[in-house]
């Protein structure tokens, strides 16, 4: 810790995280730290559980109507969903290290891993909405009753995307979550509020942000590799 | 063993409903504005309060519906909405547009199918999942603990935010005419009805935002419980409520996102006709059913535990007895909240392969035996105890008895063979609500009137209490056991007519309910009196050994003036004289 503050010359103003204080009904920073992990953790268990409605909901149709899913997934491209994790393994990657360099005071390093951050999260909504929504939606690849396809080789086709839209659909939703959250974190972290005495929001906005990576690294097989 | 002594050291700090010289707009937005779990609770316990006033007015126009065998007082309003707006039309003589409040009669029984959706929506997501862990589990769990909050007080008033927002489109659903779906919103029906208008999508969309709110305060609970307890305060010398909010919590927190995905994709198919629901476009509805039972049920054990809770605190305390196999009651809490996620099946019976059934049904026994220990290890309690037939006890006796019938009726419902015959009748309705009302609802109210001197700092009226109790239970009675007799000679549920035969019966339970909402209505006349004009309320009533009762009525903004000194447990009766109270009052036991 003192080779850390060793930056300061005597006397200049501290950062906004060395004199951060715990809030009153925690015993020790610690504790809320700890605390605030827990709750976080818990948050994402919900998620999975979320996201496991959907992945049943695909499981038990995959069942009652193999050839239409099998013909579904042909429609995607795997390269574009290969593109896309890609993109957010490395948005991934990116938000572990802000969390490290905020435990080690590297602010610049903090802000900038969060930037690369969110423009992996704008850039994996623009693959997503250019690539596979507009051109699929303009086709009439649409789900349910708004499926308009001329060339359908199954009539449970709307079902698949039903499943399809609806999952990354929200899966969509929670990168929008996730990069609000990380927006948040970035405009504080210019006001010098995270470092190695409180990077609580930045490292529970991250574990955050590795669940949507997860929920993606389970929609990519299921959407667009099983065939 | 004495009891801590804090009056050495009494800071200015007033009591947390001190209003401190504030003006009332100030107050207002103080209240608004407030993270202390205290006012959260309290806001809580009024929206919670409003809401089961609501459905019980519904309650009531559904038992004033059934007094006939046909249809009578909803006869005026088969538009389907229940608010008569009138419809815009042109007058005939002057031309000009007016609004038309005559109605034509259409499909028989449409306001009445709205009123029990109603009835049901509003009882099961608005009042009774929050009831008692958002009201009395948020005032009393930090406290009980010994910490100065939850772990999380902004998410906290968030939380309560949610549950409002929830609760306005639910109420705005209502006012644009209601749903006539039934509280479960099944498929296909809910995709199909009202296609034209936004009442079923606002009642679906508020349960989906009540799920968040619960999810919150389980949350936070959790959390507080692992995380906030006062030093000293070990697992084991946690009061029982507190086990049965964390077992609660738990469930809280794994089933309400899957109601969650649920209902979201039901607001997608309503609003996109996705399909997934939908048997038309190759959609399953018996899917919807296990999704929507794998919250549902559960969840209603979040309704039911913290029941449970509170009556091993009121057993105790208003017993004076040291609670019978305290890590028994604890871990069948825990039981029961594990078992509570297998058993879902049960809703669904005859949509189910033979073999499904009899395994969900052989797991549906599972809950009996935890269930039966807490009721085994109550009565245990009550044995040589010096029972004070106060209101609390009261209703801790009366819970018993009711809960009781309610879990033994649930059995012939569990058991196949006779489920046939029983499914979808009174049975289950008198059923459902011998564990729902008998059980939570009577130990919510027992609760309210143990804590009700702690959180506001006034005695409420014992006499009065008393009588309002023997309304409430001889009305329930009435109402709800005759519906068993409906059950099992056919009447089904969910029927605005029925024939001649079973009219006896419905007048009885309609007559009980008349009995039963004056005895609510008794019971809060009361509490407005005690809020009024009540005597002030000693630190400790009642005797308790918990940490509530070691600070002051209602408590200091910080719960303590110092952190809590854990010196004995919470129900060591029979060894310690409890907190701010003398020998003479609270006797121990002679030792022989």
């Known amino acids: ?227 | 063993m004495t009891a801590i002594d804090t009056s050495h050291d009494h800071h200015d700090e007033g009591s947390f409903l001190d209003r401190k010289g504030m003006g009332l707009w100030s107050t207002i937005w103080d209240w608004a504005t407030t993270v202390d779990h205290k006012k959260i609770g309290i806001m809580y316990l009024f929206a919670v309060l409003t809401m089961f006033f609501i459905g019980g007015v519904a309650g009531l126009a559904i038992r004033a519906e059934l007094l006939e065998p046909m249809r009578t007082s909803a006869d005026g309003a088969t538009t389907g909405v229940m608010i008569n707006f009138g419809s815009p039309v042109q007058d005939p003589d002057t031309g000009e547009m007016i609004r038309d409040y005559t109605v034509t009669p259409n499909a028989a029984g449409n306001t009445f199918n709205r009123m029990f959706t109603l009835h049901g929506a509003v009882m099961v997501f608005m009042f009774i999942v929050p009831a008692v862990p958002a009201s009395l589990g948020n005032f009393f769990l930090p406290i009980m603990i010994g910490a100065k909050d939850v772990a999380f007080p902004k998410l906290n008033l968030f939380s309560w935010y949610i549950y409002v927002t929830g609760s306005l489109f639910g109420v705005i659903g209502l006012i644009l005419g209601g749903a006539d779906t039934g509280w479960t919103f099944y498929t296909p029906y809910s995709i199909q009805t009202d296609a034209d208008f936004w009442r079923v999508t606002l009642m679906v969309m508020a349960a989906f935002i009540l799920g968040f709110s619960s999810i919150l305060t389980g949350l936070n609970f959790v959390v507080t419980v692992h995380k906030l307890r006062a030093p000293g305060v070990g697992w084991f010398d946690m009061p029982l409520f507190i086990w049965a909010m964390y077992a609660t919590s738990i469930i809280q927190v794994l089933a309400t996102p899957v109601i969650g995905i649920t209902l979201l994709l039901l607001v997608f198919e309503r609003l996109f006709r996705i399909g997934i629901f939908d048997p038309s476009l190759g959609g399953d509805a018996v899917l919807y059913q296990h999704f929507f039972w794998f919250y549902s049920h559960p969840v209603v054990y979040v309704m039911i535990l913290p029941g449970m809770g509170i009556i091993s605190e009121l057993l105790a305390v208003h017993g004076r007895k040291h609670i019978f196999g305290y890590r028994a009651i604890a871990f069948s809490s825990l039981g029961i909240a594990a078992v509570s996620f297998l058993v879902w099946g049960h809703h669904l019976f005859t949509a189910m392969s033979p073999l499904a059934s009899m395994v969900f049904s052989a797991l549906t026994f599972l809950v009996a035996i935890p269930t039966a220990i807490k009721v085994f290890n109550w009565i245990a309690t009550l044995y040589k105890a010096s029972i004070a037939l106060n209101t609390p006890m009261l209703y801790a006796l009366g819970f018993l008895f009711l809960f009781s019938i309610g879990g033994l009726t649930g059995l012939p419902l569990a058991t196949l063979a006779t489920d046939l015959h029983l499914h979808d009748s009174y049975f289950v309705v008198a059923h459902f609500h011998y564990v729902m009302m008998g059980g939570t609802v009577i130990a919510f109210i027992g609760g309210l009137h143990h804590w009700w001197p702690k959180m506001f700092g006034r005695m409420y009226n014992e006499r009065v209490g008393i009588i309002a109790f023997a309304l409430v239970f001889i009305g329930f009675n009435v109402t709800f056991f005759t519906q068993f007799f409906l059950g099992t000679q056919g009447m089904p549920r969910r029927y605005a007519s029925y024939v001649d035969e079973f009219q006896i019966y419905h007048q009885i339970s309609t007559y009980g309910s008349w009995v039963l909402g004056l005895g609510f209505m008794l019971h809060l006349g009361n509490f407005i009196h005690s809020l009024l004009a009540g005597p002030k309320a000693p630190p400790n009533p009642w005797g308790g050994l918990s940490l509530e009762w070691e600070t002051e009525s209602p408590p200091c903004a910080h719960n303590f003036h110092h952190e809590p000194l854990i010196k004995h447990g919470p129900y060591d009766f029979e060894t310690v004289v409890p907190p701010h109270c003398s020998e003479q009052d609270f006797p121990l036991p002679k030792q022989h």
Not at chain 1, 141 to 165: L, M, V
Request: charged share 10%.
């Open chain 1, 1 to 227: 810790m003192s080779t850390i503050n060793a930056h300061h010359t005597p006397g200049a103003k501290p950062m906004r995280w060395e004199t951060y204080k715990h809030e009153h009904h925690w015993r020790t920073a610690a504790d809320e730290f700890d605390a605030a992990k827990l709750g976080m953790w818990l948050f994402l268990t919900t998620e999975v559980l979320l996201f496991g409605g959907i992945f049943c909901a695909y499981a038990i149709f995959r069942m009652m109507y193999p050839e239409a899913f099998t013909n579904g997934s042909s429609y995607l491209d795997w390269r574009i969903g290969l593109i896309n994790t890609i993109v957010l393994l490395i948005s991934s990657f990116t938000v572990a290290m802000s969390v490290r360099c905020a435990q080690l005071n590297q602010q610049f390093w903090l802000k900038a891993n969060l930037i690369i951050t969110l423009i992996c999260a704008a850039l994996f909504v623009v693959i997503k909405l250019t690539f596979e929504y507009i051109p699929k939606l303009s086709q009439g690849k649409a789900p349910g009753t708004w499926f308009s396809y001329p060339y359908a080789h199954h009539p449970e086709e709307p079902i698949w995307w039903g499943i399809y839209y609806a999952g990354t659909g929200i899966h969509a939703l929670h990168v929008f979550i996730g990069a609000g959250l990380l927006i948040w974190v970035l405009v504080r972290s210019f006001k010098g509020i995270y470092g190695p005495k409180n990077y609580t929001m930045v490292e529970t906005s991250g574990l955050y942000w590795h669940l949507v990576d997860l929920v993606w690294i389970f929609l990519f097989p299921l959407l667009y590799l099983i065939h």
